[in-house]
C-alpha cells in the first residue's frame, strides 16, 4: 500500500512502519523518545512493536489503564507528570501505541506539554486505524460528555500495521468496521457496496478497505482541517451516537457499548432523519437499516433512556449558537451538514428504529 501524504504529514503502512521509524528517531534529533500505551496494549502489541524498532533513542513507557472511562484530564494529569519526573523536554518525541483512546488522549498529552511536542500515532485496533488516529483531532472527555476538552495539533505522521488486528476481539472489529461504513455513505456509494457481502473477506480484501477508509477521511480533513465547513460530514451518525455512548457509558444499569457499537445506531437513525426530510429514499434507508443490523443487532432503548439521550444532545461540542448540528445523508455517498432536526423527529426515528 502506497503511502497517503496527509496535511503536514504523511500515512504510512506496514513493513514500510519501521523503515521511517528507523530513519526518524535519531539521538541527534530526539532527546528522548515515550512511548505511551494502555495495558491492553502494552500486554498485546508493545513486545511486537518493541521487537522491530531500532533506535538508539532513549526510550520510556508510559502506560495508563485500558477503558474510555480513564480517557480523561485525570489520566492526562498523571502522564504529564511522568513526562516530567522522566525528563521530558521539547526534543522529546511521543509514540501513542493504541486504540482510539490511546491516540486521542496521547495526542492531547503531546500537544499541551511544554506547549507541544512531536507525536507519532500507531494505532492498534480497526476504529483507531480509518478514524481516531488520522486529522489531527486530539481530547479526552469531560465526565461521560465525550471529547469535550481537547485540540486539532496534527501528528508527525501515523504508522499502520494491520497485523495488529490480529490481537483484536471480534467487538473491537466490529466496532470499527462501524466508521468505514459511514465513509461509504458520505462519500463513496461504490465503497458502500463493498460492505454489502463481507463473507468471504480475506486479509488483503480488509488492509485495501482500510485504505480506501483512511484515504475518505484523509480527503475531507485535508480540505477542512479545522471543521468549518466539510469536515462536519465526517459527524454523520455521531450526534445521536455519541449521545447513546455517553448515556450508556454514566448508566450502571447499561452495558457499555463501544464506539462503534453506537454510531451504528446512531446512523440508521439518522438515516431515518433524512428519509423525513426526503434527502434519501425510503428504499436507500431500509437499505442501509438492513446492512447495520444484520453486523450489529438491535440496541434496546426505553422511553426514559430516549428522553435522557436527548437531554445530552445539547452538550454536544458540534452544536452552534445553542442549536444541535446534523449532518444528513444526501443520497448515499453524499452529505448535508448544519441540519437542524427536532426532539419529534428524533422520537420518530428511535421508534421505527425499534421496528
Known sequence: MHTINANGYSVYFNDSIYTYLSTTLHPDVYSKLIIIVDSKTSDYC???FLANLATEV???IIEFESGEEFKNIETCFEIWSALTELGADRKSIIINLGGGVVTDLG???????????EYINVPTTLLAMVDASIGGKNGVDLGNLKNQIGTITTPKAVLIDTQFLATLPQNEMRSGLAEM??????RDKSYWN?????NNLDTEDLDGLIYESVHIKNNVVSQDPTENGIRKALN???????GIESYFLENEEKITLLHGEAIAVGMILESYISMEKELISKE???????????????????QKDIEQIITLLIHDKKNE???VQFALLDGIGDVKINQSVSDELIFKAFADYKI
Open 46 to 48: 508493545l513486545p511486537n
Open 58 to 60: 532513549p526510550l520510556e
Open 107 to 117: 495526542g492531547f498529552v503531546a500537544s499541551t506539554f511544554k506547549r507541544g511536542v
Open 181 to 186: 461504513l459511514k465513509h461509504g455513505l458520505i
Open 194 to 198: 463493498k460492505f454489502k457481502n463481507l
Open 236 to 242: 454523520f451518525g455521531h450526534t445521536l451516537g455519541h
Open 284 to 302: 436507500e434507508y431500509h437499505e442501509i437499516k438492513s446492512v447495520i443490523l444484520a453486523m450489529y443487532g438491535v440496541v434496546e432503548f426505553t
Open 321 to 323: 449558537f445553542g442549536k
